[in-house]
């Protein structure tokens, strides 16, 4: 059974930084695309940063591109999202989300605010 346990979100001020977890259990992270996704409220869920399972390469929207770094640690099975530079408009839920060739699997969750 695959499951994927994000934690980490955290209240925290603009200008601040946070690391998210997504803890894998089921398949290893190595052998598949994993990404972060976020939903503020009223809004759509977006993608905002995926890593390949086999090279590695990573990727980002724009909106975080620079602030954001996504990494893997393949002996703990276990996908990060460090935050820094964290503005308002930061504030959702974020999603961790691992595809194989025949369904994803999706977190439950973590909330992030970035206020004052």
């Known amino acids: 059974q695959v499951q994927l346990v994000e934690s980490g979100g955290d209240l925290v001020q603009p200008g601040g930084s946070l690391r998210l977890s997504c803890a894998a259990s089921?398949?290893?992270?190595?052998?598949?695309?994993i990404g972060w996704f976020r939903q503020a409220p009223g809004k759509e869920r977006e993608g905002i940063s995926c890593?390949?399972?086999?090279?590695?390469?990573?990727d980002y929207a724009d909106s975080v591109k620079g602030r954001f770094t996504i990494s893997r640690d393949n002996a703990k099975n276990t996908l990060y999202l460090q935050m820094n530079s964290l503005k308002p408009e930061d504030t959702a839920v974020y999603y961790c989300?691992?595809?194989?060739?025949?369904?994803?699997?999706w977190g439950q969750g973590t909330q992030v605010t970035v206020s004052s």
């Open positions: 089921g398949l290893a992270l190595d052998n598949y695309a």
């Open positions: 890593i390949s399972g086999r090279t590695g390469r990573t």
């Open positions: 989300k691992l595809e194989t060739l025949y369904r994803g699997y």
